[in-house]
Nanobody, 121 residues
Framework: QVQLVESGGGLVQAGGSLRLSCAAS????????MGWYRQAPGKGREFVAV????????YYADSVKGRFTISRDNAKNTVYLQMNSLKPEDTAVYYC??????????????WGQGTQVTVSS
């Protein structure tokens, strides 16, 4: 069982930065692939980024590539999403996910409650 709690969301102007954090409970955190997904109003949940157990494999959605960076600290049971050059279209609820396999579809086993990111133009 893994419990996930996101933090770090907020309101930021276009071009600004935010860093999201996701704190995980459970002793097996390091065994999970960790991902970030987002859901904008009226839209489905979409993949943003994922990172492997060791952190040596990362994948990003094309829409965020070059602007967002996913990282993890297994000693702290935490995964991060550094978001730079934010755009109004990045506005969404961002969810952290833990999965025993690497995937880029919103079918993870464990989910956090989400944190709101709002980018003003």
């Amino acid at each position: 069982q893994v419990q996930l709690v996101e933090s770090g969301g907020g309101l930021v102007q276009a071009g600004g930065s935010l860093r999201l954090s996701c704190a995980a409970s459970g002793r097996t955190f390091s065994r999970y692939y960790m991902g970030w997904y987002r859901q904008a109003p009226g839209k489905g949940r979409e993949f943003v980024a994922v990172i492997s157990w060791s952190g040596d494999i990362t994948y990003y959605a094309d829409s965020v590539k070059g602007r967002f960076t996913i990282s993890r600290d297994n000693a702290k049971n935490t995964v991060y999403l550094q978001m730079n050059s934010l755009k109004p279209e990045d506005t969404a609820v961002y969810y952290c996910a833990a999965d025993p396999i690497l995937r880029t579809t919103p079918q993870a086993v464990y989910w956090g409650q989400g944190t709101q990111v709002t980018v003003s133009s």
